[in-house]
């Protein structure tokens, strides 16, 4: 009777470490691809920046400009955004 438990518990324990390796391998594919979409982020924003410092506050003003000419709807609805961040950030109690 203890053999059969013991064979029983290897089993058992085999099952788990084999779940637990299957967990801790998803996981770090996933925190593999979010380091990768972190970091390609930060490339766009960076690039962004950079562009940005080339042309000027004229540029930036001019781009702003042909993407609300292009996409009234969507830049309507960032200003929304932006004026409700900005509202909250001024109107909140200070610490």
Do not use: C
Not at 13 to 42: C, N
Request: hydrophobic share 40%.
């Amino acid at each position: 009777m203890e053999n059969i438990n013991a064979s029983e518990g290897e089993r058992f324990g085999k099952r788990a470490a084999e779940k637990i390796a299957g967990a801790a391998e998803a996981t770090g594919q996933k925190l593999d691809a979010a380091v990768d979409y972190v970091e390609s982020t930060k490339q766009s924003a960076k690039q962004a920046l950079d562009q940005v410092r080339q042309e000027g506050w004229k540029g930036m003003k001019g781009r702003i400009l042909e993407y609300t000419r292009h996409e009234p709807f969507n830049a309507l609805v960032i200003a929304v955004g932006a004026g409700v961040f900005f509202g909250w950030l001024a109107t909140r109690p200070r610490e």
